[in-house]
Every structure is written in C-alpha cells, then in structure tokens.
C-alpha cells in the first residue's frame, strides 16, 4: 500500500535510516530555543497567548523551551512571574490534559522565564537583547501594529540569531500596500519560510477538519462546484460585545476585525484545490490561488450595495445584560462610523465556483452565537411526481465551536412511504485540546509555517474588501441598525434564526 502523508510534514514517512525530516521540512536543528514574547505586559499576551503557552508546554509538545518576556514598563522579577502564574493556571491544574512530565517541564520555564524591560523601536536595542540570548529565537511581536512595523525597520538582519522566526499579529497592514511594504520590511530580514502572519483561526484541527471532509470522501469532492453547490455561507456571529477593546475595534469594525482575515481564509480553505500533500507550501499555494481569483461582488452583481451589507447595535438586552447603543459604549466615536455587523459576497472566479456567493458575515452583540459553514446544495433537478415533503435543500454544516459535522438530508422517514421527512446526520469533529495560540505557537516553535499566512496572501485579502471599504466609507452602502440580543437586520443573505 502506498505511504499515507503524515500530518505535520504533509510528506511520506521515509525509510528506517533516513532523516528523521522530510525534504523541505523544518529540521530538528531548527526548533526554536527561546520565545520572546515583545509586548510582555499587553492584552493579547495574557489574555491568549501565555495561556496558550502554557497549554502547549505541560502537553509535552514544546520540549525545551525558554520564554521571555520584553516590554517597554519597568516590570520586577516578580510581576511577571505573577503574570505567568496566573496564565499557567489552567493548564498547571491537575485534572486536565496536562501530563504529568508536561507540568514539571512548565514549571520549569516558568521559574527560568525572565522580563526585559526594552524600547524595541530604539535602533540597536532590540538587536543588543537578542544577542544575550541562545538560538534560533522566535520573536513574537505582541504589540500595536504601527509599533511592530517601526520595531522590523529599525533592525538588522546581522542582528538576527541564524534561524530566527518572526511572528507577525493581525492587523498586517491596513491596506493591500501598506500590507506590501510591511512583506518588503520582513522579506530583508529572514525568509517567507522564518515569518508566521498569525490567523489563530487557522487552528491545526479546523483546516485539517475540512480538508479531511472534503479531500477523503467519494461522495463530496465530485459535488464540490458550482454545479452542485447553490451558495457557501461563513458564518462568525457572536454575542459578546467590545469587551473593552474599543480602542482597538472602534477603527477596525466587522469587515477588518473578522472579514478580512478569519473568514477569507476559512473561504478559502473550503474552495481551494485538492493539494498536493499536507506540506506548507502545497497547501498554502492552493489558498494563494484561490484568494488571487476572489472578488467581492462579479460581472452579474457589480454594485458593492448589493453585494455588501453593514450594520451597527442599538441598545438591548443580551441575556440578563443590558447593552447600550454601540456609539454610546465607552470608547466609541461615532464619527468613526463603524459597523457591527456585516455580510459581503465574494466570488471565486474560476472554473470551478464561477457564480456561486461565498457569504461571509460576522457581527458582535447579536441574540445567538453562531460559528459555522454551512454548504446549500442546488434542488434535485426533478423528483418524481407523488413525493410530498421536500421543502429544503440538502445543507452541510461544519460547526468552528464546537467542532462538529452535519448533514441535513430528506428521507422516507417513520410515518407515510409518499413523505419527505428532514433528517440531520450529526457527529463531532476532531479538535484540539490546545487553545488555537497553542496551535499557532506549535507551528511557530516547530519551524512549521502550514497555519501561517503566507506575504502574497496577506496582500490579496486586503486587495479583496478594499473596494467594499471604500464604499462603505464613501456612505454608498446604508448603515442598517439592529437592537443588542436581536439575530440582525431582516432581509439579508444570511440570517441567524
Ligand atoms: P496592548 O496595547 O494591550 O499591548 C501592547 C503591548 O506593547 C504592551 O505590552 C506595551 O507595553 C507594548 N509596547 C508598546 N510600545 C512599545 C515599545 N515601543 N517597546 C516595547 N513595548 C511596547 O495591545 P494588545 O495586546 O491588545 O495587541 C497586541 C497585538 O495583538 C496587536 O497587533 C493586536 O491587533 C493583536 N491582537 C490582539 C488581540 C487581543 O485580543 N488583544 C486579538 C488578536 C490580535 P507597555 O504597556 O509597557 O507600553
């Protein structure tokens, strides 16, 4: 029988006495040493990442490893080992998925982890700090997005530890070329290999989840067209609202926040072609193609306010929560005219998906969280006169949380032989028990850069919605409204009854 692919290197086994890595993959020599974390003190860095640092380490898939912390206030010994107990604490905890050699290997880094108080955007001073500690390093920039920029301008590539990796978070960029310039900053630094643009949405088990689906099963592949397939839905619905991250979200909205990274690659994961092997380039080249043909909007539907929607929160309630109109949350500025809310429709223009409405649609402050794909099928082109019952489409959903499959289909159920009952067929998906930062930082410290965006595919995602932005900032797309706790406007593509 042939090799089957393994899944971290997407290549096959090789024979006893042949190097433990595949051609191309990331060698063992190349795992990363030490993890500085630049941004030590911020939000992201103790409310996702360290947690999921920790998760990774007391799992036992982060074998020595060192992690630092760096940050621009003067913090003691002591306030970051406060910040790291409180981060570890979940995955210290007995009872959990944490093995036992996992919790002794994560006490470990914690009691060796040490805080550096540095100004990255001071020319050498960054460079001065890398050279004290050991490689092949990853550098985590944890910080504002105009920050990190100015922190990779000011250094140099000599200043570099031989096989440094740079971890890159959402935002990249704010535009198509400033996404472009920011590649060119990075690309004289290390290679495109050494750089992980961070979508923690592209967790290990989402893309294998679809791609498994899509890829391993007779019956779905030769369906997967147009000329099956009515519409693809993506949807993000949650019923949080800002969390305090007004500063940040009050000039980002839906469509940057969510649209313009998450679900374009969830989108593309589930049009790309078959690729090769599960290897890093083979996959993310089948993405790259993909977003390179995606436009929001096509030749039949040309006007943006027809192929985009935005909407904003009015007061409601959320369960017991009262929430207060969005431009009266603190933080917000009206004047920002930032949506809550929207749906766009984008089109994979090639032989594959020509026509068919990918609809991608996230909002916050809404009734129901909904986290899901769901595939609608095109009518059966004639059923036999006499069968009564059939009034939906066969439907695939694939849940993001939980991680699960089903298949709503019409069937002679219990009852009349004559009558279509509707039938759901449900099962759980593999997910991870590592929090999706685990994921990435697997991926980061193992030199494998599968769940990271590759530059060019960065740049194509903002090329895709710049046209619907300046629409929506130009007023020619209506700003709708829904009340806090409803499931949205009426009248949309999608909706979330
Ligand atoms: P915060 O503002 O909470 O934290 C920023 C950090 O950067 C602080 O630790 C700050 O240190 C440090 N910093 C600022 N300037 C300098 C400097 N010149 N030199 C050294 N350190 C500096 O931001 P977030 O943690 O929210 O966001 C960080 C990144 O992560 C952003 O790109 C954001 O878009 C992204 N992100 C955040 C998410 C979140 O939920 N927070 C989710 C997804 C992505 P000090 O306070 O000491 O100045």
Redesign the pocket.
């Known amino acids: 029988a042939p090799a089957k692919p393994s899944a971290a290197t997407g290549s096959a086994p090789h024979d006893a006495g042949s190097p433990a890595h595949a051609p191309g993959s990331p060698s063992a020599s190349e795992r990363i040493k030490t993890l500085v974390i ?8 103790g ?2 990442l360290l947690p999921g640092v920790g998760r990774l380490i007391a799992s036992g898939r982060a074998p020595g490893i060192t992690l630092v912390g ?4 003067n913090w003691t010994a002591e306030q970051w080992q406060e910040r790291l107990a409180g981060s570890f604490a979940d995955a210290l905890a007995p009872g959990g998925d944490s093995t036992p050699e996992g919790i002794k290997a994560l006490e470990a880094v914690q009691s060796n982890s040490s805080y550096h108080q ?4 001071a020319k050498g001073e960054l460079g001065a700090f890398l050279a004290t500690v050991e490689g092949p390093v990853a550098l985590y ?5 105009a ?2 920029q100015k ?1 990779c301008e000011v250094l140099k590539k000599k200043e570099l530890p031989a096989g440094t990796r740079l971890v890159m ?3 990249f960029g704010s535009s198509a070329a400033s996404a472009h310039a920011l590649n060119a900053t990075l690309g004289k630094l290390v290679a495109e290999d050494h750089i992980h643009r961070v979508d ?1 949405f592209l967790g290990k088990s989402t893309v294998l989840n679809i791609m498994g689906l899509r890829f391993a099963n007779r019956l779905l592949e030769p369906l997967w067209n147009g000329e099956h397939i009515e519409k693809v839905e993506i949807v993000f619905d949650e019923d949080l609202t800002l969390e305090n ?1 007004a500063r ?1 979200y009050d000039h980002a909205g839906a469509g940057k926040d969510m649209i313009q990274s998450h679900l374009l690659q969830i989108m593309a994961i589930m049009a790309m072609e078959p690729p090769a092997t599960l290897g890093q380039e083979d996959v993310r080249s089948s993405i790259a193609a993909v977003l390179r043909c995606s436009t929001i909007g096509n030749s039949y539907k040309p006007d943006l306010a027809d192929a985009t929607r935005r909407a904003r929160y009015t007061a409601g309630t959320i369960g017991e929560r009262q929430v207060p109109n969005y431009v009266d949350e603190e933080g917000v500025d009206p004047a920002n005219d930032t949506e809550t809310l929207a749906e766009v429709e984008v089109y994979v223009n090639n032989w594959r998906w020509a026509g068919v409405p990918f609809i991608l649609r996230s909002g916050k402050a809404l009734g129901r969280g909904r986290k899901e794909a769901v595939v609608t099928y095109k009518p059966v082109p004639h059923l036999p006169a006499g069968f009564t019952g059939v009034d939906s489409p066969t439907r695939l959903h694939i849940g993001f949380g939980p991680e699960t499959l089903t298949l709503d289909l019409d069937v002679n159920g219990p009852g009349d032989l004559f009558t279509l009952d509707r039938v759901q067929l449900e099962t759980a998906l593999a997910s991870d028990p590592l929090l999706p930062y685990g994921e990435v930082l697997e991926g980061v410290l193992s030199g494998d850069p599968l769940l990271s965006v590759r530059g060019d595919t960065a740049e194509d995602c903002w090329r895709i919605v710049e046209p619907a932005f300046a629409a929506w900032k130009a007023g020619s797309v209506p700003m709708e409204e829904y009340a806090a706790g409803s499931n949205g406007p009426s009248g949309w593509a999608t909706s979330n009854d």
């Not at 760096?70 to 206030?73: F, L, V």
């Not at 540095?118 to 955007?121: A, E, G, Q, S, W």
């Not at 920039?141 to 997005?145: K, N, S, T, V």
């Open positions: 630049l941004g030590a003190s911020g939000d992201l860095t409310r996702l760096a940050g621009s206030d540095l100004n990255v955007t920039f944890a910080l504002p997005p920050i990190s922190a978070e959402k935002p923690h991250r940040y």
